[in-house]
């Protein structure tokens, strides 16, 4: 059976799973074992891995390909039992424990507040559920709106949907302004907001380039009638937005807010080049994740629709539901 191992080829030091580097783009921390070199967060690829000085390394370069160590090994006893690399360890659960218990019992409480059976019959939604492409015009968001509202159960006949702009304008005296300072005051995040005008007039605003990007734009709507369904129907007082983030993954749109958590893009020019990097949501992917495998291990989903997920998006996910049905003892669900 031929094993592998990781150390640095030039020590020997050998790094345990606790041993995370950062990327110098996007700042992600990762085992950059687990993907050879490749950031989870951009995409960039580390030819070279310094070896960890301050965990008892000698701090040096090596090829990040160097770093794996193959053998031959003959197993006499147990062959029934595989032996793996902690990098190699789907069912190894990405959040915390505190996040983990927050997150069952946030969902139950949801679960009770939304009723039992219909909470269950709720289901994870995809493009196709949604009639989505990947740029939207006004009207098809406005029909976007109404499908989201009757999924969600929301009376929407008040609500209206607003955009403006975070581009810069540039007058030719030279001065530069924010069109969206100039609209209600100081916005909550960087791409939408729920305003609420009284009744018969509330509205949702939503930064206008997110109709570029239909997973954005459909990750922040949700979050934005979340808030709006839990102001009114549940007549919370104090916006709890990690609450109303958990929410519209509960209605069925993670896929969505687990895409587009984090947005990297590059771009070139005639005489130059650059990238531009977005986080938008309050829940970590991570999190996300955690979220959706519970309420598909409780709803007893067919999870072919986590083919719909980027690549960080599932291997988190991947990695929660087999920890869930590997230990479904330790999870809580009522």
Same mark, same amino acid.
């Given at each position: 059976m031929t094993e592998e191992y990781v150390r640095c080829p030039k020590c020997g030091w050998e790094p345990d799973e606790n041993c995370l580097w950062v990327c110098d783009v996007?700042?992600?921390?990762?085992?950059? #074992?687990?993907? &050879?070199?490749?950031?989870?967060?951009?995409?960039?690829? #580390? =030819?070279d891995t310094a070896c960890s000085r301050s965990k008892g390394g000698c701090g040096q370069m090596s090829l990040n390909a160097e770093w794996y160590v193959r053998h031959e090994a003959i197993v006499e006893e147990e062959p029934e039992k595989k032996f793996f690399w902690f990098w190699k360890n789907k069912s190894k659960l990405p959040v915390t424990d505190a996040d983990k218990k927050w997150v069952e019992g946030d969902l139950i409480w949801l679960g009770e507040i939304l009723e039992p059976v219909y909470f269950k %019959?709720?289901?994870?939604?995809?493009?196709?559920? @949604?009639?989505?492409?990947?740029?939207?015009?006004?009207?098809?968001?406005? &029909?976007?709106?109404?499908?989201?509202?009757?999924?969600?159960?929301?009376?929407?006949?008040? =609500?209206r949907l607003m955009y403006f702009s975070n581009r810069s304008a540039k007058y030719t005296e030279g001065i530069v302004e924010t069109p969206s300072e100039k609209i209600r005051g100081t916005w909550s995040n960087a791409v939408g907001k729920y305003v609420d005008n009284g009744l018969g007039n509330k509205e949702i605003w939503i930064e206008e380039r997110q109709l570029d990007d239909s997973q954005s734009f459909v990750s922040t709507l949700a979050y934005e009638l979340a808030t709006f369904k839990l102001a009114n129907e549940?007549?919370?007082?104090?916006?709890?937005? @990690?609450?109303? %983030? @958990?929410?519209?993954?509960?209605?069925g749109f993670g896929i969505f807010m687990g895409n587009s958590y984090f947005n990297f893009s590059q771009w070139t020019g005639s005489s130059h080049q650059g990238w531009n990097m977005r986080k938008t949501g309050f829940?970590?992917?991570?999190? =996300?994740?955690?979220?959706?495998?519970? @309420?598909? &291990?409780?709803?007893?989903?067919? =999870?072919?629709?986590? %083919?719909? #997920?980027?690549?960080?998006?599932?291997?988190? #996910?991947?990695?929660?539901?087999?920890?869930i049905a590997e230990n479904k003892e330790k999870v809580r669900w009522e």
């Open positions: 996007c700042k992600t921390r990762w085992n950059t #074992f687990e993907t &050879h070199g490749e950031c989870p967060g951009c995409g960039k690829v #580390f =030819i %019959s709720l289901s994870t939604l995809t493009f196709v559920d @949604l009639e989505v492409g990947a740029k939207l015009t006004e009207d098809d968001a406005k &029909h976007i709106l109404q499908k989201m509202i009757s999924v969600m159960n929301i009376d929407g006949w008040e =609500i549940q007549v919370l007082e104090d916006n709890d937005p @990690l609450l109303a %983030s @958990l929410m519209a993954v509960a209605y829940l970590p992917e991570q999190v =996300i994740a955690y979220a959706m495998a519970w @309420l598909a &291990h409780y709803r007893n989903e067919d =999870i072919a629709w986590a %083919s719909a #997920f980027n690549k960080t998006m599932k291997k988190y #996910f991947d990695q929660c539901y087999q920890y």
